[in-house]
């Protein structure tokens, strides 16, 4: 069942977190789907434009549309990530987007005003929502990369000033979060103090908190057994973290790096347990499997209070 973003935020405000999960294939469409009708749980079904190149938007359009029917009972939304103008308007006249997010973070203030207003007006007038992102968040999405020198955090003035002036529907902040298997030195996380005052000056406005994957310590040196390469330092966000995030005004959370990373350990296991093998499908039932679990765990995890059910009634 396919709800509108606002009502989802409108009726997670404060109580829990919507998991948004990001996905390149079937195998993963049917993971977050089984594992959010596990939890009885509403989830965003994010898509980048590397995801729209990866697989043509019509098939991966389709897909989705076939999923929905056999899991009626899930509540989603579906989210067009980390999108620039064309992609964005692509997106919107696909009618397939019930939220697109314009990510003109790396323009002057103004020129990302600019940018995401245009956005905005084209996207309300089909029924759309838009997120926006102001402040730059450090790290590796897709093939976009962010060094530390480029990046800096959301300035909470700033904040109430965008929101006033574009109208976007909610707002991507920087607060110490960064995409990818990143690295937190001791002591280091989620600038809650930061987040706290944004939220102060925007009370009752849905906060999205991109990089918010766990990146399982055991995940990773699973994978490493199984012959990867990834630093023992990878580090994500811890699951108090996010409850306060929640606490203060987050509604969405983004989530990528830990599929991928459950899918280099599945593949790296079998491959390695089993090298004359070639099926991809004995690995890739398993994916989904854990794939269900991983989500399921995730969906439960982001709830305060009250049942993390979906809302009643379709707008």
């Given at each position: 069942m396919r709800l509108a973003t606002k009502q989802l935020f409108n009726d997670a405000y404060g109580k829990y977190g919507i998991a948004a999960f990001n996905i390149f294939n079937t195998e993963q469409i049917l993971g977050v789907f089984r594992g959010a009708a596990k939890a009885k749980s509403p989830v965003i079904i994010q898509i980048t434009p590397v995801a729209r190149n990866y697989i043509h938007p019509e098939i991966l359009d389709n897909i989705l549309a076939a999923t929905e029917k056999r899991y009626p009972d899930v509540c989603f939304t579906i989210h067009l990530d980390h999108g620039d103008s064309i992609h964005c308007i692509?997106?919107?006249?696909?009618?397939?987007?019930?939220?697109?997010?314009?990510?003109?973070?790396?323009?002057?203030?103004?020129?990302?005003?600019?940018?995401?207003?245009?956005?905005?007006?084209?996207?309300?007038?089909?029924?759309?929502?838009?997120?926006?992102?102001?402040?730059?968040?450090?790290?590796?999405?897709?093939?976009?990369?962010?060094?530390?020198?480029?990046?800096?955090?959301?300035?909470?003035?700033?904040?109430?000033?965008?929101?006033?002036?574009?109208?976007?529907?909610?707002?991507?902040?920087?607060?110490?979060?960064?995409?990818g298997t990143y690295k937190l030195s001791p002591g280091q996380g989620l600038q809650l103090g930061l987040l706290a005052r944004i939220n102060s000056l925007l009370p009752g406005f849905p906060l999205v908190l991109h990089g918010a994957s766990s990146v399982s310590a055991i995940e990773v040196e699973r994978i490493n057994r199984a012959g990867g390469?990834?630093?023992?330092?990878?580090?994500?966000?811890?699951?108090?973290?996010?409850?306060?995030?929640?606490?203060?005004?987050?509604?969405?959370?983004?989530?990528?790096?830990?599929?991928?990373?459950?899918?280099?350990?599945?593949?790296?296991?079998?491959?390695?347990?089993?090298?004359?093998?070639?099926?991809?499908?004995?690995?890739?039932?398993?994916?989904?499997?854990?794939?269900?679990?991983?989500?399921?765990?995730?969906?439960?995890?982001?709830?305060?209070?009250?049942?993390?059910?979906?809302?009643?009634?379709?707008?």
């Open positions: 692509d997106a919107i006249k696909s009618g397939c987007y019930n939220s697109v997010m314009i990510d003109a973070s790396h323009e002057t203030f103004k020129k990302n005003v600019q940018i995401t207003r245009e956005i905005v007006n084209r996207a309300h007038n089909e029924g759309i929502a838009v997120e926006a992102e102001l402040g730059v968040i450090r790290g590796v999405e897709d093939r976009f990369s962010v060094e530390k020198k480029m990046a800096y955090c959301t300035d909470p003035e700033m904040a109430l000033e965008f929101v006033e002036h574009t109208g976007c529907d909610s707002l991507a902040v920087a607060v110490g979060n960064r995409h390469k990834l630093s023992s330092e990878a580090k994500g966000l811890e699951k108090k973290e996010i409850l306060q995030a929640i606490r203060l005004g987050v509604c969405k959370i983004n989530i990528a790096t830990d599929l991928r990373l459950l899918w280099t350990r599945v593949h790296r296991e079998f491959f390695q347990n089993s090298p004359a093998a070639f099926d991809m499908t004995i690995p890739g039932l398993e994916y989904m499997d854990c794939l269900e679990q991983l989500v399921s765990e995730k969906c439960m995890d982001l709830i305060i209070s009250n049942a993390n059910n979906c809302p009643d009634e379709t707008p």
